[in-house]
């Protein structure tokens, strides 16, 4: 049985970290790190190019596997299926974890960036408030509608109480297209109209409507439709 112990020391991917640095190792060097193990006729990398094809070696497209999906490669069980999602996860969290202390939100493209690594990966529909003060700080964010594949209800109760609570004065609202297509629809175009009304009637700006589809985005304030 061919294992990684029986190749080079130093293209075994752990030890290869260690002596070239991490960047020296392909996407299946790194996926093989975290399967750990192989199968009886095939390596832990040779298990992670697998994997790899099933998303046309595309991270993004990997970023979307759910455990099921994972668990369907012969030689990835539960545990590490889970280990993959988890560090895939962290990965976004990371991407995440600035954006509260950025000083300011300024234009659609700051918005799609913090949003990005929240949505693009959801197989449903999601719509978040991004709550900022006068100076375009940002508060907080929340999730506050959840729908289909392709369907959305949001209830503007729900959407204005923790805007009010935490005193916003303006907002942002974003939520994903799990199709990969950025145009609105006509529920959309509605979805919009009424938000801008009830946020208004409290005196909270509405900044832009952003619509995540995969890394790219729409944003209703560049095309002039707030």
């Known amino acids: 049985m061919l294992t990684i112990k029986s190749w080079a020391e130093e293209d075994r991917p752990r030890e290869k970290l260690m002596q070239k640095g991490i960047a020296a190792l392909s996407d299946a ?7 750990a193990t192989g199968t009886q006729n095939e390596t832990a990398v040779e298990v992670a190019k697998r994997v790899l094809a099933l998303t046309d070696n595309n991270l993004n497209n990997l970023g979307k596997l759910s455990v099921k999906d994972l668990q369907q490669v012969k ?3 539960t545990a590490k299926a889970i280990g993959i999602v988890a560090a895939l ?8 974890s600035d ?24 197989p449903h529909e999601e719509l978040w408030v991004l709550m900022l003060n006068a100076n375009l700080k940002i508060i907080g964010a929340q999730k ?10 949001v209830d503007m109760r729900i959407l204005l109480k923790p805007c009010i609570e935490n005193l916003a004065s303006v907002v942002a609202v974003a939520h994903n297209h799990p199709s990969g297509i950025a145009k609105p629809s006509e529920e959309d175009n509605s ?13 909270i700006q509405l900044a832009d409507h952003v619509i995540i589809a995969g890394s790219g985005y729409f944003s209703y304030a560049d095309e002039g439709m707030l």
Request: hydrophobic share 40%.
């Open 29 to 35: 060097e790194l996926l093989a790190i975290l399967i």
């Open 89 to 96: 996860e962290l990965g976004r969290r990371r991407k995440q």
């Open 75 to 77: 030689g990835i069980g």
């Open 191 to 203: 979805i919009t109209r009424r938000i801008k009304e009830v946020t208004s009637l409290v005196n």
């Open 99 to 122: 954006a509260p202390e950025r000083i300011s939100l300024q234009c659609s493209h700051d918005i799609a960036s913090y949003f990005i690594p929240k949505l693009t990966d959801l």
């Open 144 to 153: 506050v509608a959840q729908g289909g594949v392709g369907s959305l209800h």
